[in-house]
T-cell receptor, first 111, second 112 residues
Framework: GEDVEQSLFLSVREGDSSVINCTYT??????LYWYKQEPGAGLQLLTY?????DMKQDQRLTVLLNKKDKHLSLRIADTQTGDSAIYFC???????????FGRGTSLIVHP | NAGVTQTPKFQVLKTGQSMTLQCAQD?????MYWYRQDPGMGLRLIYY???????DKGEVPNGYNVSRLNKREFSLRLESAAPSQTSVYFC???????????FGSGTRLTVV
């Protein structure tokens, strides 16, 4: 079955760029998503990319997709303390519209 | 715009008690979902409703039942709570297709 893997933790300094990585196993992936979860809250959709795209940029967020390596990344430029949260990668594949979620990466931003 | 509203926000149950978690969305979305989130486990799908009048099992349906009451509301019932059901429960909705989810703020359930 599908599998989505993420590293559990990432620590960065305020002002630096953060890169959160995700790998997936299903070569028929169609849409890939990034969600953000702040403490005590639900998940919030940040951005998504269709599998025929290599890159998508939205203000401070850049999503890169390497379909050959089944690797997705989320780059946050000029990381702020307010970016501290858990970031979830998710993908849909095989015609199903129900995403498979990774276990989340906790981003810690320190001064 | 409220989005997805879940009630209650917190609940403590004794083993064997029953309860219903409520979820309502005001975005006219077709599809609704129930997930549970446990530390280190990510999100696991319990049940979903692709459209009004339909419900289907997800990855971890045992011990739960659902009702899609109307297009707005999708409830999750625990008939006989067990400590293994201690978790944070999230409801989500989408218009359908590959649109991303809108999540509620969660219900934190503890079963003692």
């Amino acid at each position: 079955g599908e599998d989505v893997e993420q590293s559990l933790f990432l620590s960065v300094r305020e002002g630096d760029s953060s890169v959160i990585n995700c790998t997936y196993t299903d070569s028929s992936s169609t849409y890939l998503y990034w969600y953000k979860q702040e403490p005590g809250a639900g998940l919030q959709l940040l951005t998504y990319i269709f599998s025929n795209m290599d890159m998508k940029q939205d203000q401070r967020l850049t999503v890169l997709l390497n379909k050959k390596d089944k690797h997705l990344s989320l780059r946050i430029a000029d990381t702020q303390t307010g970016d501290s949260a858990i970031y979830f990668c998710a993908e849909t594949s095989g015609g199903s519209y129900i995403p498979t979620f990774g276990r989340g990466t906790s981003l810690i931003v320190h001064p | 715009n409220a989005g997805v509203t879940q009630t209650p926000k917190f609940q403590v149950l004794k083993t064997g008690q029953s309860m219903t978690l409520q979820c309502a969305q005001d975005m006219n979305h077709n599809s609704m979902y129930w997930y549970r989130q446990d530390p280190g486990m990510g999100l696991r799908l319990i049940y979903y409703s692709a459209s009004e009048g339909t419900t289907d099992k997800g990855e971890v349906p045992n011990g739960y039942n659902v009702s899609r009451l109307n297009k707005r509301e999708f409830s999750l019932r625990l008939e006989s709570a067990a400590p293994s059901q201690t978790s944070v429960y999230f409801c989500a909705s989408t218009p359908g297709g590959f649109s991303g989810y809108t999540f509620g703020s969660g219900t934190r359930l503890t079963v003692v």
